[in-house]
């Protein structure tokens, strides 16, 4: 008899809360009605549109004016790389970002660079941590945009950004932030972070796919991304998901409402089953292991072995291997090979993440599952 | 007491059909796996966005590898442009296009435009349509690209794209086409248009907001709009909306299914509306009349009124002017424009575009309202 999988891979995607999906429901059927049409069908869907608007905006603590929607953290990223970026050209056609940044980043500057553009991307330490030191040194009077993460997807580290939007502001430069993976899981503000840009990806904080939001301050150089009819304020073109933002706008109350419980519920967890691991993988080396980290982030090697063999053999947990198999060759992970970490560790790197509905036995069941496979692993 | 309200605004939106909705429920519920993830909860979600994939390329005429998913039809259109245009700049940096497309597209234009692009806007005749031969003698050596509608949104008119299609292809332009307002009004296919691609928007046909198609024939030059970690097969980054994929699916098959009896109940519909409204106001000046239009689609001035007053008074006609009102001033519609309509007759113009829930008695009752409130306005 096989046990019921164990979802670990909350990084991937969350599932919608069931307060989304109670939100979407009435959302999909009754306001269809186009946003931009004054008429009796149209308005109802307008003022769901603004009421979540109002909603992400709490959660990230802007006005509800510096919200844009769109459809998700790869938009949202793109257009805050791109939109600024393009809109202060006249300024210098330099970028910082960081070398472990989600592909939403830095393939968009690498865009940028065919246009003559000139990124810098500054290195991690063996941590996965920028030197904030190092990351304002390599500013120059032609960086318009510096764009560093909150959080990475892969370890959970988190980086200083507060410390780099600070040097850069007084340099006059522009400052983004992929928040992605960070929303919902720990307590952030736009002011907290002191920057003018932060992305919100729905599916990543138990909303819905499809749905994602831009923060851009008010006043922040912008020249758009998608380009159509003059939605959201003339920033973003195409008419709104309405019931997709009407979802994400309930996934930011519930996060908002929820935050602190979840991190303490994510933490203890989390550390449960690294602590449980260990006892049967003494040799179990985690990545970001001593910096600050997501509470819900296990980046763990399991020393000599291949993790999507292990995976393969730890029936039913269903993560992410630190490397993924692209027509037959191992593909290293950008993020481990930015941090020095060897080929064979990286290929031995599984990413275990928890999330909201993960219990106590999820964790203890994966840790004796993984620790059994392991064993067998190793033996042959 | 007061009617309830008639919906005559489909070219705006449609609602999600029950199908769609059904369809979409489930998935939002249950396939909320990440489709990149190889484990039990990433795979489900995997075959259905390749199943809708299928649904999607059927009713286009397709191979389901051609079938990009984005967020709508002004991502589709976007990305066709900018994707399309960047990767044949070493040809020429021309563009031609109609002078009455969509905002998605002429925008998208204007943007390549600040980077040494050059856009040709062949202008309509008064009937909506472009001339095809002056279409194709604007085509030059460095023209790389053309894109003209399938329809317009506003009037309805149908372009000549296969001509144009077949005269570009001779000279090796490429060619695309928004096809957004004809997909599930009118029977068409990627080979009956001849074209490279062409945009499909989910909400246009009773299919979800937030989710849409660029159809991208085999070997078609692109260079990608939104960029992440190599989503649909490399060619658009983010996570897959996977309910918004569903639902797509689902109404693309149900458009598939349903075409010819939808096809004749909108064109009975609409030539009703259009014979009752001119029983009442035997003025009434219909855009673009005596061309090809789309079945359900009645751009019609009622001289001498202004139509966002006439719709005021027609209490409960739910359907969009052909004149904003922007910050106190009325902004005529570019595309009436562009037709050489008055001012006078632009600013008197309604859209009334039926769908398939419309009923007889609903284009009785708007048709008779039209009339009642264009009796009170001449008169006051």
Redesign the interface.
């Known amino acids: 008899m096989q046990d019921s999988?164990i979802?670990l891979?909350y990084n991937?995607?969350?599932?919608?809360a069931p307060e989304v999906?109670e939100a979407?429901?009435p959302a999909?059927?009754d306001l269809?009605?186009?946003p931009?049409?004054a008429?009796?069908?149209?308005q109802p869907a307008r003022r769901a549109v603004d009421a979540a608007r109002e909603q992400v905006a709490a959660l990230i603590g802007c006005a509800a004016d510096e919200v844009i929607f769109t459809?998700?953290?790869?938009?949202s990223?793109?257009a805050a790389i791109v939109g600024i970026a393009e809109a202060l050209a006249d300024r210098g056609k330099h970028i910082v970002i960081s070398a472990v940044e989600?592909?939403?980043i830095d393939?968009?500057c690498?865009?940028l660079e065919r246009?003559s553009w000139r990124t810098t991307r500054v290195p991690v330490d063996r941590n996965g941590r920028v030197d904030a030191k190092e990351f304002v040194d390599s500013l120059r009077d032609e960086t318009a945009l510096v764009s560093i993460m909150h959080s990475n997807n892969e370890t959970g580290v988190i980086q200083p950004v507060r410390e780099i939007a600070d040097a850069a502001h007084e340099r006059g430069i522009v400052v983004h932030s992929d928040t992605a993976q960070s929303l919902g899981k720990v307590a952030l503000t736009a002011d907290d972070l002191g920057v003018d840009s932060l992305t919100v990806?729905g599916?990543k904080l138990y909303g819905?796919?499809?749905?994602g939001a831009l923060y851009l301050r008010r006043d922040t150089p912008f020249n758009g991304f998608?380009?159509?009819?003059?939605h959201e304020g003339g920033r973003r073109?195409?008419?709104?998901?309405?019931?997709?933002i009407v979802g994400l706008g309930a996934a930011c109350e519930l996060a908002r409402r929820e935050l602190p419980q979840r991190t303490e519920h994510l933490l203890e967890l989390r550390d449960r089953l690294e602590q449980r691991l260990r006892d049967r993988v003494p040799e179990l080396v985690v990545h970001g292991k001593s910096v600050e980290r997501l509470p819900n982030t296990l980046s763990a090697a399991f020393p000599g072995v291949d993790a999507n063999h292990l995976?393969s053999l730890a029936e039913?947990v269903?993560?992410?291997a630190g490397a993924a198999c692209h027509s037959g060759k191992p593909h290293i992970s950008r993020v481990l090979a930015a941090m020095g970490v060897s080929d064979e560790l990286a290929l031995a790197t599984v990413r275990l993440t928890v999330g909201c509905p993960t219990r106590t036995e999820d964790v203890d069941r994966a840790a004796e599952r993984l620790g059994a496979a392991y064993a067998r692993s190793r033996a042959s």
Do not use: Q
Not at 39 to 42: L, Q
């Open positions: 999988p979802y891979d991937a995607t969350t599932p919608p999906i979407m429901l999909l059927r269809w009605g186009n931009s049409s008429h009796a069908f149209g459809c998700g953290g790869t938009e990223d793109n989600h592909a939403a393939n968009a690498a865009y246009n990806a599916h819905p796919k499809g749905a998608l380009r159509g009819a003059g073109g195409g008419t709104e998901n309405v019931a997709g995976l039913g269903a993560s992410a």
